[in-house]
T-cell receptor
Framework: NAGVTQTPKFQVLKTGQSMTLQCAQD?????MSWYRQDPGMGLRLIHY???????DQGEVPNGYNVSRSTTEDFPLRLLSAAPSQTSVYFC??????????????FGPGTRLTVL | EDQVTQSPEALRLQEGESSSLNCSYT??????LFWYRQDPGKGPEFLFT???AGEEKEKERLKATLTKKESFLHITAPKPEDSATYLC????????????FGTGTKLQVIP
């Protein structure tokens, strides 16, 4: 199993440009999430999905869109990049458990710089 | 609001020098507390889940414990390869999205 994969690994954008960060998992996990990690702050949830066709907002959703057409893929779209979106982005997946507690498996991250 | 505070921010140990990392939390209904390891330039790697006060889990040189207000990650006789940032997270009642991460403890083990 490849686990959770993310592309690209690095990206530089200019303010106002749009792009899509790709995320895929091969573990047949129901739950997928996008986080951003900034210095001095904990991982913050951007958007999440509890299954194909179902997405919802997390703590910091503004400026980002997601969709989930398949169990495997969960792309994150930046609509109009801003310098405040400079960060490291992680995609994570987890299996649905009866207790509702989820250990998450993270991808290697995408380091995004917006100039 | 759920909060997770980790201390110290950074810790430097000699190889073989045991120590503990702390994770203090306030949460409305704890579902689970997680420990992750993060190496530079990589994504967090899951280590443990603790569900209730008094629970302990071990993996190699690491042992995680949980009380009603905090969790400890004990590192026994650490090796240089244990150098990493250790993240604590809590999941609260209220659904899948209710996971709050701490800012981590950066551990450096010197040979």
């Amino acid at each position: 199993n490849a686990g959770v994969t993310q592309t690209p690994k690095f990206q530089v954008l200019k303010t106002g440009q749009s792009m899509t960060l790709q995320c895929a998992q091969d573990m047949n996990h129901e739950y997928m999430s996008w986080y951003r990690q900034d210095p001095g702050m904990g991982l913050r949830l951007i958007h999440y999905s509890v299954g194909a066709g179902i997405t919802d907002q997390g703590e910091v959703p503004n400026g980002y869109n997601v969709s989930r057409s398949t169990t495997e893929d969960f792309p994150l779209r930046l609509l109009s990049a801003a310098p405040s979106q400079t960060s490291v982005y992680f995609c994570a997946s987890s299996r649905r458990r009866l207790a509702g507690v989820k250990e998450q498996f993270f991808g290697p991250g995408t380091r995004l710089t917006v100039l | 609001e759920d909060q997770v505070t980790q201390s110290p921010e950074a810790l430097r140990l000699q190889e073989g020098e045991s120590s503990s990392l702390n994770c203090s939390y306030t949460v409305s209904g704890l579902r689970g507390l997680f420990w992750y390891r993060q190496d530079p330039g990589k994504g967090p790697e899951f280590l443990f889940t603790l569900y209730s006060a008094g629970e302990e889990k071990e993996k190699e040189r690491l042992k995680a414990t949980l009380t009603k207000k905090e969790s400890f990650l004990h590192i026994t006789a650490p090796k240089p390869e244990d150098s990493a940032t250790y993240l604590c997270a809590v999941q609260a009642d209220g659904g899948y999205q209710k996971v709050t991460f701490g800012t981590g403890t950066k551990l450096q083990v010197i040979p």
